[in-house]
């Protein structure tokens, strides 16, 4: 597609059930991070694939956060048993992989747990 | 562990002027350095990006500097507009440590521009 596409734009749960955050990327790209950004705060890594490696999975808060792509495109990620600070816009970017190139930033999606 | 820095947090400033919004970052070892704008309620709009090898990069009214081994960059936005209200992130896209391939964001500069 034309941007990377992020869904649903807006989310909310409640506190203790699974959601699932979907990415679309631009297509070729071989890179795809998520970040999270809370309220007042930067943006915080939590996970990034390239290509067939295995993904770095440094960034992820806690093991109720998990990540998936498929096909190395579309991207899932998935907070099990939500937390009201797991309230936050969840950000994918894409990029072809290579260091010299930029990120491409979807719209996010604003996740809110009550 | 690559820390970046943006100052200042927060600027007013009337219609016209030419304004600067500086980034530092502390570990030099970065492949490039990109610029994003973020309006409110929305997501991440690339503006401006800097390979290490470059000094600036340069885009209608904007342009960024890039000065590697002392760790700054400069955004500069002339005659600035009502428009380019908005958050402002710098980005550094790390070639070593425990950041590395990461990209590590500042905390943003705030911008307001009223008329």
């Known amino acids: 597609g034309a941007g990377v596409s992020q869904s649903p734009s807006n989310k909310v749960t409640e506190k203790g059930k699974d959601v699932e955050l979907r990415c679309d990327p631009i297509?070729?790209?071989?890179?795809l991070y998520w970040y999270r950004q809370s309220l007042g705060q930067g943006l915080e890594f939590l996970i990034y694939?390239?290509?067939?490696?295995?993904?770095?999975k440094s960034g992820l808060p806690s093991d109720r956060f998990s990540a998936e792509r498929t096909g190395g495109s579309v991207s899932t990620l998935t907070i099990q048993r939500t937390q009201q600070e797991d309230s936050a816009v969840y950000l994918c970017?894409?990029?072809?992989?290579?260091?010299?190139?930029?990120?491409?930033f979807g719209s996010g999606t604003r996740l809110t747990v009550v | 562990k690559q820390e970046v820095t943006q100052i200042p947090a927060a600027l007013s400033v009337p219609e016209g002027e030419n304004l600067v919004l500086n980034c530092s970052f502390t570990?030099?070892?970065?492949?490039?350095l990109q610029w994003f704008r973020q309006d409110p309620g929305k997501g991440l709009t690339s503006l401006l990006l800097?390979?290490?090898?470059?000094r600036e990069q340069t885009s209608g009214r904007l342009n960024a500097s890039l000065d590697k081994s002392s760790g700054r960059s400069t955004l500069y936005i002339a005659a600035s507009q009502p428009g380019d209200s908005a958050t402002y992130l710098c980005?550094?896209?790390?070639?070593?440590?425990?950041?590395?391939?990461?990209?590590?964001f500042g905390q943003g500069t705030i911008l307001t521009v009223h008329p």
């Open positions: 694939f390239q290509g067939n490696s295995a993904p770095d």
């Open positions: 570990d030099s070892a970065i492949y490039n």
């Open positions: 980005a550094v896209l790390n070639a070593g440590g425990t950041s590395y391939g990461k990209l590590t």
């Open positions: 800097i390979q290490s090898s470059q």
């Open positions: 297509s070729g790209h071989t890179a």
């Open positions: 970017a894409s990029s072809f992989g290579t260091f010299s190139v930029g990120y491409t």
